[in-house]
């Protein structure tokens, strides 16, 4: 992801609405206008942002456990003030609009509510009050993985143009509101190292990938003249992490990102390139395990609308083998710790995820992700707090279950 966003930037972000970037010595981020102020300060670990109204108090509008998270949230929360201006207002979402596939709301009652995420860094929640928030967590929704400049651009900042902003409520189109900068980084990389495995006396080189977020195969193909063979090149882990980082430059809310990409470079210098975002991916040594897919779904979600056939179909071959290998994997870890212990489980199908409890008094409880990670919760840790540190990607190392 693209940085933060340095002091002018917001300035000449919020400037249409009057906002700017206020000095704090005990806040990490003091932005707003004459009347009403929002603030990032750390407490407990966390990090909350506060609204100023008026010099009076100031009053919690939510929490996160990462900074990123919680400055994404107040650069949305100004650039609805900017478009409001701009726009002489627009629609703001009904207390009943549905969430964007990807995300879970939870709601604690008088704890308030908890919308949980996954990122292609790892699972990420935010804390709002009780009460009537329920409108602020979907509306936050829309933007809570993009970068700070993409949340900017999604509001009208990317050249002082209200007309490039997006309709509330609408969905980017592939190209739009995109970390552009980051393709551009990312490809220019991914061609840099495959370029440097042109074999010598070779016209060209074509590499072909399929990736997703937690699995990836490359095959190449060299050519001489009218001859082309297939060459075999060693892991590079440089290449893995620039197709990794591709992906996640390219994807779009609601949409996905790509599946596939080939490459072709020339002895001449020139470089051709596809992405492949609608077709599934070959994999040319063993068959796919499916639930590889519920991890890809996890990390870069796409709306059931943009979901080709044979992506539902993966996905529901994956959802239906990933419970009982989860409680598998609660259980062995528990043997470890409680030989011979009685467990019950329970599904949390909103998180693919499983809840493997000990009942019994200083039991304990092990929740585990669809990658296999888990964490191990204390009876004495309340079961909504528990959720919130397991969705805010909090987790146990293995080695720790020892017997």
Known sequence: MIGHLDDDRLRAFGKPARVTVWPA??????????????????????????????????????????????????????????????????????????????????????????????????????????????????????????????????????????????????????????????????????????????????????????????????????????????????????????????????????LGTWFSLELTVTSAGDVTMRFDRDDEPVWWSEPLDPTAYVAEQRSFPREETHQPPWLRQRLAQGRAQLPQRLIERGTELFGRIAPGAELVHHLLPEDDAVLVVRPVRGGGSIYVAHDGSVLFAPSAVPPHQALELFRSGQRTPAEKFAG
């Open 25 to 254: 010595r005990d806040a990490l981020l003091q932005i707003g206008d004459a009347e009403t102020l929002l603030r990032i300060v750390e407490r407990d670990g966390r990090f909350v942002v506060e609204k100023q109204d008026r010099g009076g108090a100031w009053r919690p509008q939510m929490s996160t456990e990462s900074l990123a998270v919680a400055r994404r949230y107040v650069i949305g929360e100004i650039g609805v003030r900017v478009r409001a201006f701009v726009e002489r207002g627009h629609r703001r979402p009904s207390p009943d609009e549905p969430l964007r596939d990807g995300f879970t709301l939870t709601d604690l009652g008088p704890a308030g509510l908890v919308l949980s995420w996954r990122e292609a860094s790892g699972e990420r929640s935010a804390s709002f009050p009780p009460g009537s928030w329920r409108d602020k967590a979907v509306r936050f929704a829309r933007y809570a993985e993009l970068s700070e400049e993409s949340i900017v651009r999604r509001f009208g900042g990317g050249g002082g143009a209200a007309s490039n902003a997006l309709p509330p409520g609408s969905t980017a189109p592939a190209g739009a509101d995109a970390d552009a900068e980051e393709q551009r980084v990312a490809a220019r990389e991914i061609v840099r190292l495959v370029r440097r495995e042109l074999p010598a006396g070779a016209d060209r080189l074509t590499m072909r990938a399929g990736v997703l977020a937690t699995v990836d195969c490359c095959r190449w193909w060299a050519a001489w003249g009218e001859r082309r063979e297939e060459i075999h090149r060693p892991d590079d882990p440089a290449l893995r992490d620039a197709l990794h980082a591709s992906r996640r430059a390219s994807y779009r809310p609601g």
